[in-house]
């Protein structure tokens, strides 16, 4: 491979990761909405068009295809307009893109390790095809049970109730008594429920109507926690006047947003493509004029009063030089909402594959650090967040109802900044760890280098991360080769960190990763 053709592969390769992580990032913004709005399906298909044509000039033909493919689902659903989609067949598409995305970021890794990219893409056009014939088939089905709509507002809930007895009106007197009482702001069609049947309502739902998003967000809350309902929809923004789903070049036609949102760009993170020895100039040449100026500054300080006007610009080319540095080393600098939005992405998979629910909680998104602690660190989360999903959050929620907790399991991961450096914790609320099966696996396994009841609750939770631990009976796609905690353990030992672990049975398992400052601000 001539020395050119390395330096496009290269450029493509950095750019494509570039447009990966965008790409992610709508997703992570439908998926908390719950919905397309056609600005995202305009972002994503901007990108797909140019990730297919540059792939096009590249060795990587199942990106191309695959993308050509999606691009052409998705010039269907443009055509149409994202409101005909139904929103069962947009969560489809939701996780066809996942299933894109988690492929593209194989195909780079073996790019990047010079691997035979895969070859099977034949589910991908089977995929496609179904949400495209599904999309045929229900094209006519655009809120085909939502009537005329008399609100004053756009932020609107569809209530549904469970079948097996017919009291719909009455369960509407309840849910409006219920709202009236915690003093929500909000109106509701049916407007006369007394003279609504059963019927009707069973068919479209109630509809509840409310001045502002937070409003309606708090009112969801109470609803799923407090009263009997299936299902709770968020409708597309209604044109109060016609009563119709908004479209054109609003972009609102299927967004629960209000019109002041409609010129938001999604939050995107914008780059450009820099080599980093240029970078890595730029910080020395801002820290050669620190030294050059700070060495003025001591001469000319004993030659010169402080009130002269040479030595005010002094003061001032100092705080100038001191900014200059600072946003020279910002640039080798990463966001951890980065590495949050990835574990939220695998968390996304897992949940699919191994059908458990779990909330994901973060703090200390704004904290920043050095790639290569980034790196480390992105791969350590990876074996953890799987490791809680696989070992730790119970397989049912009868299991966890019945051991006194939340149907949803949680898994959180926190950073913050200590007086020895980085503290990054994972946690779960699942099983826990049950020390004595542990022990037992330990030995045997032959890992046990003194006798069994020499060991203290702390040592046998650090068992885990010996090589060739695992707990899992057989090998699965996620775990059970007794290499994830271990390779955590090598990753913190060599960014000269330290790990913490505490766990109860029934309470779950918290980690906590700590690493020096030298670890994460410098290379």
């Known amino acids: 491979m001539n020395h050119n053709m390395e330096q496009l592969i290269q450029l493509y390769f950095i750019e494509t990761h570039s447009f990966l992580e965008q790409f992610d990032a709508i997703l992570l913004e439908v998926k908390e909405n719950q919905y397309f709005s056609s600005e995202n399906l305009q972002e994503l298909f901007r990108i797909l068009h140019t990730m297919k044509g540059s792939s096009s000039m590249m060795p990587v033909s199942s990106i191309t295809e695959v993308a050509h493919k999606i691009e052409d689902l998705f010039s269907h659903i443009q055509s149409h307009g994202i409101h005909r989609i139904s929103q069962p067949l947009q969560k489809e598409l939701l996780q066809l ?76 007197f309840v849910i409006v008594a219920s709202l009236m009482k915690e003093e929500f702001s909000f109106e509701y069609y049916p407007t006369d429920l007394e003279k609504s049947s059963n019927d009707i309502l069973k068919k479209q739902g109630l509809f509840l109507c409310f001045p502002t998003k937070e409003e309606l967000q708090t009112a969801r809350q109470h609803l ?19 009563s119709s789903p908004l479209h054109g070049e609003t972009g609102l036609e299927n967004g629960l947003v209000s019109s002041k949102d409609s010129d938001r760009k999604p939050n995107l993170p914008s780059s450009l493509v820099v080599q980093a020895s240029k970078f890595e100039s730029l910080e020395q040449l801002a820290t050669q004029i620190m030294q050059c100026q700070s060495t003025l500054y001591h001469t000319l300080s004993e030659e010169l009063p402080k009130t002269s006007g040479v030595f005010l610009e002094l003061e001032h080319l100092q705080e100038l030089s001191m900014e200059l540095e600072h946003h020279a080393s910002s640039f080798f600098l990463i966001p951890l909402s980065l590495l949050f939005e990835k574990m939220e992405l695998l968390l996304h998979t897992l ?31 990876i074996h953890l967040i799987r490791n809680a999903m696989d070992h730790g959050i119970e397989s049912t929620s009868q299991e966890r109802v019945a051991a006194c907790k939340n149907e949803i399991g949680t898994i959180s991961i926190l950073a913050a900044l200590n007086s020895f450096g980085l503290s990054l914790t994972i946690q779960d609320d699942g099983y826990g760890i049950n020390t004595n099966k542990i022990l037992e696996k330990a030995k045997s396994c032959g890992l046990l280098k003194k006798s069994p009841s020499l060991y203290s609750h702390s040592e046998i939770l650090e068992l885990i991360f010996l090589p060739g631990f695992s ?5 699965s796609e996620f775990s059970g080769r007794g290499i994830g905690m271990d390779i955590v353990s090598q990753i913190i030992t060599s960014l000269n960190g330290k790990i913490f672990i505490t766990s109860e049975p029934l309470s779950g398992t918290k980690i906590e990763l700590s690493l020096p400052y030298s670890s994460i601000f410098s290379y």
């Open 97 to 172: 893109l996942y299933s894109f995305s988690s492929f593209l970021q194989a195909e780079l890794n073996s790019i990047e390790n010079q691997q035979t990219l895969g070859s099977n893409i034949d589910h991908f056009a089977e995929k496609i095809k179904d949400i495209s014939n599904k999309r045929k088939k229900k094209k006519d089905e655009e809120l085909s049970d939502c009537p005329s709509l008399p609100f004053s507002s756009s932020y609107i809930l569809q209530l549904h109730f469970p079948d097996d007895i017919d009291m719909e009106r009455a369960r509407s």
């Open 351 to 381: 949940e699919e594959k191994l059908q458990k629910k779990v909330h994901f909680l973060t703090s200390g998104e704004d904290l920043m650090i050095t790639k290569p602690a980034f790196d480390a660190l992105n791969t350590a989360c």
């Open 471 to 475: 707990m899992k009976q057989q090998v």
């Open 224 to 242: 799923e926690h407090n009263l009997d309902v299936t299902a709770i929809t968020k409708l597309p923004v209604f044109d109060v006047e016609t």
